[in-house]
C-alpha cells in the first residue's frame, strides 16, 4: 500500500509538470540542479578516493601514474564529447565505444601491474 501512494505521488507531481503552464522551463531548472548535484557527488567520490588511496598511487611507478592519469582524462574528455559523437552518425558510435574500451583498459593494465610482484 505504501508503495502504491509513492508512486501515486510521483504520478501527480509528473502530471502537474506537463499540464501546468510553466512545467517545462521549470523541469529544465530542477534536471539542471540534480545533473549538477550529480556531478559535484562524482567529483567528491573521486577527491575522496585520490585521498584514501595518496600513498598507493604514489608507490606507483611513473608509465603506470601516466597511464592511470590519461585513462581517466580521456575518458571524461569522451564522456563530455557524447553528444557529438552520437550525432556523427555509428562511426561516431564506433570510436566513442574505442576510446572508452582503450581507457578501460589502461585502467585494467594499472590496476594488474601494480598488484603483480617482482
Do not use: E, K
Not at 50 to 76: C, E, H, K, M, P
Not at 89 to 109: D, F, K, N, Q
Request: proline share 2%; with cysteine; hydrophobic share 60%.
Amino acid at each position: 500500500m505504501r508503495r502504491a501512494l509513492d508512486w501515486g505521488i510521483i504520478a501527480l507531481i509528473a502530471l502537474a509538470v506537463t499540464v501546468l503552464p510553466g512545467g517545462g522551463p521549470a523541469l529544465r531548472i530542477v534536471m539542471s540542479v540534480l545533473s549538477i548535484a550529480f556531478l559535484a557527488a562524482i567529483a567528491l567520490l573521486g577527491f575522496r578516493l585520490y585521498r584514501d588511496n595518496q600513498f598507493t598511487l604514489d608507490s606507483l611507478s611513473d608509465r603506470q601514474r601516466f597511464v592511470l592519469y590519461a585513462s581517466i582524462g580521456v575518458a571524461i574528455l569522451n564522456f563530455t564529447a557524447t553528444s557529438r559523437l552520437f550525432n556523427a552518425g555509428g562511426i561516431g558510435v564506433l570510436v566513442w565505444l574505442a576510446v572508452l574500451g582503450a581507457c578501460s583498459y589502461g585502467l585494467m593494465w594499472v590496476f594488474v601491474s601494480a598488484r603483480r610482484f617482482g
